[in-house]
């Protein structure tokens, strides 16, 4: 409804004749009583009537209810109250519509930033990762793992770690520094394989990884019989030279006339 309008006559002076006293019959008390009304009157009306219509906040009597205003923009409201709905509307879609500084939100659609977003450390497995978050945490190059899944000693037995360039490096240095192993071969001195009808006799052996350079000791089996070994100490046999795959044996004592068990060990180590 619409504000209450003032309508009481306020022309309580005008309307007098120009002798109140005579011709209206006012005493001076009830003359004064007409100068006072209209403001009395203007004053009862906006004390009672039109301040409690105004202050008024029943929904749909409101004071803003009943105060006209020009539509703003899309909107049709024409009251002041009829605005200010429109506009509560506009900002409640519009607050669904926007991104929050706070709270939880899904945003959807692909979204181009001009400048690169910061973002703290990640503490999930769906979390952002910083370049500084990367650089701190990763190994550079194709392939990046964790720094920490790097070892960086030669003492670790974690399969799930990777060797540092640095460590692998000085792994390799041991390798090829590192002596070969041992090995051992058996052979049999045929007694018919001897050569010679005088000192020193002479028996070609096949050995293979003899090389000219190698080392290898000839040492009797530990299964030799106590005569193959009076024998093979009887021999007294020298080296005789070697070559590739082959070392020659001298005897210069007596020239065995049975075969002889022994061990030939090529030195790695040497």
Wanted: charge should be negative; hydrophobic fraction near 35%.
């Amino acid at each position: 409804m619409a504000l209450t309008r003032f309508e009481i006559d306020t022309a309580n002076i005008s309307k007098l004749s120009d002798r109140p006293n005579q011709n209206d019959g006012l005493s001076s008390t009830q003359l004064k009583g007409r100068f006072d009304k209209a403001g009395n009157d203007i004053k009862t009306y906006i004390n009672d009537v039109l301040l409690e219509e105004l202050e008024r906040t029943t929904d749909g009597d409101s004071g803003a209810d009943n105060i006209g205003a020009t539509a703003v923009g899309d909107g049709t409201a024409t009251t002041v109250q009829g605005i200010l709905e429109e506009i509560d509307a506009d900002v409640t879609a519009l607050d669904g519509a926007v991104v929050h500084k706070t709270g939880n939100e899904t945003i959807a659609g692909v979204k181009t930033f001009t400048d690169s977003p910061i973002v703290p450390a990640p503490t999930a497995d769906t979390h952002p990762a910083t370049k500084k978050y990367v650089d701190d945490s990763y190994a550079s190059g194709v392939g990046a793992v964790m720094k920490t899944d790097i070892a960086d000693n030669l003492t670790t037995d974690d399969a799930t770690k990777v060797l540092s360039a640095k460590q692998g490096k000085a792994l390799a240095e041991l390798v090829s520094t590192k002596s070969s192993k041992s090995t051992i071969q058996t052979k049999t001195l045929s007694a018919v394989s001897w050569v010679g009808s005088e000192i020193p006799y002479t028996y070609t052996l096949s050995v293979t990884g003899v090389t000219p350079t190698s080392v290898q000791e000839i040492l009797p089996t530990t299964d030799i019989t106590a005569d193959q070994l009076s024998v093979l100490i009887s021999a007294t046999i020298q080296d005789g030279g070697q070559s590739s795959n082959t070392i020659v044996l001298k005897a210069w004592g007596t020239k065995p006339t049975i075969d002889l068990p022994i061990r030939i060990i090529l030195r790695g180590d040497m």
